[in-house]
């Protein structure tokens, strides 16, 4: 497939000229495409003129791009979820941008790399938190959580009726222990669940789901980090609001969105892989 043929259809079908993002401060010299310096989203490298098949992951990590590079595949597009590299561990900002080596193996063997993160969090078919709530089988009944002009969160029904057993079966769907911060009754209210995946741990989060009566929230990252104070509001409003939060890593409960891309890949004619990553506990 023409590589511009499908790059276009990706901009159009995920309607990136109507959203904003800021990845300001992505440094990957000259290798970066210069438009996404203006929008924070879509082509990031243009490396090819054909796209063979694609890869889809949540991060651009060194095991992604290892997987990519070490299987001589030339002419293929690497799908992310975001454009840089996660690590909560990094002193301030927790993202870190792909080596100049890498950048380079990258360009010698035709792989290009374009991002959705906004757009993908954006509730959808393909969102992230609409895809990890379906993994975890809350029924969607509503929507909250704006983020960049857009709604990135899920309300919706489970079955199950204590807090102890959606953490068990989040360990079931993501495949690690997750942590519980037990701040509320251990009865899920109402059988009602509110869902964000990724970095939903921001304070206004948990006031709105005390508005709306929520006493239960799945997310991704939910470590407390003294330096960043959002994260440490957020917990002490959870405390205050006795809303139980359950975090399950960054990575593990965005990968279900990239997962999910697979198949729109596949729609196009494109043989397409996700390639899984590892979660990161420090996260929680």
């Known amino acids: 497939m023409q590589a511009k043929e499908l790059y276009t259809k990706l901009d159009a079908d995920f309607q990136i000229s109507q959203r904003k993002d800021d990845w300001e401060g992505i440094d990957l010299g000259d290798f970066i495409h210069p438009e996404f310096l203006q929008k924070y989203m879509g082509l990031v490298l243009d490396n090819s003129t054909q796209i ?66 906004v757009p993908l969090d954006k509730n959808g078919p393909y969102g992230t938190s609409v895809n990890l709530a379906k993994a975890l089988g809350v029924s969607q009944e509503s929507e909250f959580c704006d983020y960049f002009g857009v709604k990135v969160g899920v309300i919706g029904r489970i079955s199950l009726t204590t807090i102890d057993e959606l953490a068990k079966k989040c360990e079931s769907v993501l495949g690690h222990a997750v942590k519980a911060h037990l701040y509320g009754d251990s009865t899920i209210k109402d059988g009602r669940v509110a869902v964000v995946a990724g970095g939903g741990n921001m304070p206004e989060i948990i006031t709105e789901l005390h508005s709306l009566g929520i006493n239960t929230y799945v997310t991704g990252v939910t470590r ?30 965005e990968k279900f969105a990239c997962l999910a891309m697979v198949e729109y890949f596949q729609k196009l004619g494109l043989p397409t892989e996700f390639l899984p990553d590892e979660s990161d506990p420090a996260d929680l």
């Open 224 to 253: 407390q980090v003294e330096a960043y104070q959002p994260s440490v509001d957020f917990h002490r409003l959870a405390q205050e609001h006795r809303i139980n939060v359950l975090g399950g890593t960054h990575y593990s409960t």
């Open 52 to 117: 063979e098949k694609v890869f889809t992951a949540v991060f651009p990590s060194e095991a992604v791009l290892s997987k990519i590079l070490d299987s001589g595949e030339q002419n293929v597009l690497l799908f992310t979820h975001h454009p840089r590299i996660w690590d909560i561990k990094l002193a301030g900002y927790p993202f870190k941008d792909i080596t100049s080596q890498r950048l380079q193996q990258l360009k010698d063997n035709h792989v290009s790399l374009y991002t959705l993160h």
